[in-house]
């Protein structure tokens, strides 16, 4: 993320959170990131991988990430492969030996945050982190009833991230 990018989400954390030092502050900015690429799944990066047995391990194409999950795999003849992801590979309940199609989750590292994620989602990227630092027991900004405030704002703009990031499985009724 560009740095005048990364100073306005620090500036509008440091307004809801009062005496707290800015590199905690950019630990709870990172952290509140990962958490909501991870939940939301707007970061998909789609890869075709060769199957062979139980297990695949992948990585992320794209320099500046790392893959945090998977959303979906797919074969040519079934819609959708039962899958469970273990520590940066993906594991099936019986051996397959196909190309699969793959949606992967990606999260930034800590020194990037796309641009278009910031321009789309600063809003939970900022409550993330003021849940973040209000919720750590302890310290001079501890404030239970804030970090609840926080979290329902961050879901909020989860749940609006997760409806736009998934066009192709929402179709709306008209009659409600």
């Given at each position: 993320m560009p740095t005048e990018l990364k100073e306005v989400i620090k500036a509008d954390v440091r307004r809801a959170s009062v005496n707290v030092p800015d590199y905690v502050i950019e630990a709870a900015i990172h952290n509140g990131c990962r958490r909501f690429f991870s939940d939301s799944e707007v970061w998909i990066e789609p890869q075709s991988l060769d199957a062979e047995g139980r297990r695949i391990a992948v990585t992320a194409l794209e320099p500046d990430a790392f893959v945090c999950?998977?959303?979906?795999?797919?074969?040519?003849?079934?819609?959708?492969?039962?899958?469970?992801?273990?520590?940066?590979?993906?594991?099936?309940?019986r051996d397959i030996d196909a190309l699969l199609d793959v949606d992967l989750v990606l999260c930034p590292t800590n020194t990037s945050i796309p641009t278009w994620a910031y321009e789309q989602h600063k809003e939970a990227f900022v409550h993330a982190a003021v849940r973040d630092l209000k919720s750590q027991q302890g310290q001079p900004w501890f404030d239970p009833e804030g970090a609840g405030y926080h979290e329902g704002e961050y879901r909020h703009h989860l749940g609006i991230a997760r409806i736009q990031s998934m066009p192709k499985y929402i179709a709306p009724n008209p009659f409600v």
């Open positions: 999950g998977v959303a979906e795999v797919r074969t040519k003849h079934e819609r959708s492969i039962a899958f469970t992801w273990q520590g940066g590979q993906v594991c099936f309940e």
